[in-house]
């Protein structure tokens, strides 16, 4: 049995997004900026699909910015906010994704003051410190919203209070919380935010950054006027249709049933001696497992469970090629050993309870084996 539950790093494209994509390849390629017949029909596109996407966020029409990806869009925002602001101050957190760490540690070699919440053992980062660190220097929070190790989701409704009431902008990383957590930018003072299609079974290569009405953010990428003239380039047309796809496809039945089968692997996962679960059990992405297993090495688990067909995670993605132990799990306060012991199991709405049964069973015996060998104990 073959068995995907490496669905943070990315998804399944549904075969419903693939036929909604496939015109726009062969029938309607026409560059959404010509003024002729084949223009108009894939401009129609692009406007639809911004259209599907600014509702599932209770945006507007033209506070959807699509671009190539979530890197893309933390990039945007972040270099986007800094370097069309006169302060020099950004607040972010320990636990962030790679594309805002890395963009934040680039603008520090520039010059500007970037300061890096803590967080609690769940993963929650530190309300109290984010207040006193603002400055009127501060120009933009950026907090990611479900987290894509450990699938903490943060109060960002709190957060977005705070930076409202100070006069600083906010900027949320929700790429892996987007069509699994509802998100009102309006109910919750989000200026800036992040998306990706293909964390949820649409295509690669496309994302989108909601950018709030006035804020002034220079464009990262210079060309043509596209995009509201905040991201020059020719529309990816297939791409938008299967992002916009996607997002409409995912129901609440589907959170349900992630919900139900993250709970049993959990508890299932539990059960095995030394274990541990890592972030928050109730403010937690439908869809993330993270667990630590003592006397285990995570790379020879992974590696163990590839061989039975398994495929897992021990870390996020983006940096999954480090021997480092994760900054994740470590700002978390666990030690080097238990964090290297830590596997992350992120499941879709394809998997079913059989699939389940078969990565408890084989965990189970692999653990076991491993811990024979393991010079750890």
Known sequence: ??????????????????????PYFTKKYGNASSLHQFGRETKEALDNSRKVIAK????????????????????SAIKGVAYASEGNQIITSKIEHPAVLETCRALEEEGFKVDYLDVDEEGFVNIQQLEKLITKKTILVSIIHGNNEVG?????????????????????????SFTKVPIDVRAVNIDLLSLSSHKIHGPK?????????????????????????????????????????AADL??????????????????????????????????????????????VEGESLLLHLDNKGIAVSTGSACSSQSLEPS???????????????????????????????????????????????SPLK
């Open 152 to 176: 903490v989701i943060q109060d960002i409704q709190k957060i977005g209070e705070i930076c409202k009431e100070n006069g600083v902008l906010f900027h949320t990383d929700a790429v892996q």
């Open 1 to 22: 049995m073959k068995v995907y539950l490496d669905n943070g790093a990315t998804t399944e494209v549904s075969p419903e997004v693939v036929r909604a994509m496939q």
């Open 250 to 295: 995912l129901k609440f039945k589907d959170i349900e049933k992630m919900i139900k089968l993250r709970d049993y692997l959990i508890k299932e996962l539990l059960k095995i001696e030394n274990t541990k679960l890592n972030g928050s059990l109730d403010a937690r992405l439908c869809n993330n497992v993270n667990i630590s297993f003592g006397f």
């Open 56 to 75: 599932k966020l209770n945006a507007h029409f033209e506070e959807i910015v699509f671009t190539s990806g979530g890197s893309e869009s933390d990039n």
């Open 327 to 373: 900054h994740v799990l470590m700002a978390m306060g666990l030690s080097h050993e238990t964090a290297h012991g830590s596997i992350r199991f992120t499941l879709s709405k394809y998997n079913k309870k059989e699939e389940i049964d078969y990565v408890i069973k084989q965990v189970n015996s692999v653990v076991q084996n491993l811990r024979r060998i």
């Open 205 to 245: 290569g496309i994302g989108a950054l909601y950018v709030r009405k006035g804020i002034k953010l220079n464009k990262l990428i210079h060309g043509g006027h596209h995009e509201f003239n905040l991201r020059a380039g020719t529309e990816n047309i297939p791409g938008v249709v299967g992002f916009a796809k």
